[in-house]
């Protein structure tokens, strides 16, 4: 089988959520460097794999493609046979229901978290100030989102039904800088429930360790 590439670094959080998906699959896999730092996610080059200059780009055989979640949806179609079979659903309307719930992170969870996830993980490295203000207006919109999956979890173990899928495996990468925050994941009783189950599959933890691991 060709190997995939997988292009940015690990530590960036829709690069993680491409990353769990081939592991899931089982899909051997190559990540090709893209140093942020000294602009290279906007060279000429990296344009032609990724046109708005961000981080991840895919390449598999001759296909390239660029948007995390529409190259996991590739990868669980394209290596329907192989790991994880269950990753995203068996049969059509499993399938509607772990889109409906992927819709869901991408629109409803991702805007709030993501802006979480920059001001609490990723301005303190930077050396950027908190806004304490953006911290307290975005935890306020993403507690209403978990009331409604904590809703959701207390009828399902996973948000598209028993088995875990990709609409879980999507939320991976931003609830991971979120999951010991007050008030939000552990303080529901269905969510902290859910988080510690898909925080424990192997893949999430063989992520996390490749975004501690150094740089080469
Ligand atoms: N919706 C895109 C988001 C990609 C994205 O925003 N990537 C960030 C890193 S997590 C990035 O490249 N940021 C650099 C920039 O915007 O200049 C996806 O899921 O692939």
Known sequence: MATVTVYGPPISTAVS???????????????????????QHRSPDFLKLQPFGKVPAFKDENTSLFESRAICRYICDKYADQGYKGL??????????????????????????????????????????????????????????????????????????????????????????LANRENLIKSRKNVGRWWEEISSRPSWKKVVEMQSAPVS
């Open 17 to 39: 959520r491409v990353l769990t998906c081939l592991l899931e699959k089982d899909v051997p896999f190559q990540l090709a460097a893209v140093d942020m730092a000294k602009g």
């Open 88 to 177: 995203y659903g068996r049969g059509l309307l499993d399938r509607a229901r772990i889109d409906q719930w992927l819709e869901a992170e991408s629109q409803n969870f991702e805007p709030p978290s993501l802006v979480l996830v920059f001001q609490l993980a990723f301005a303190p490295r930077m050396g950027v100030k908190q806004d304490s203000k953006v911290i307290e207006v975005n935890e306020r919109k993403l507690a209403k989102v978990l009331d409604v999956y904590e809703q959701r979890l207390g009828e399902s173990r996973f948000l598209a039904g028993d088995e875990f899928t990709l609409a879980d495996l999507s939320h991976l990468p931003n609830g991971h800088h």
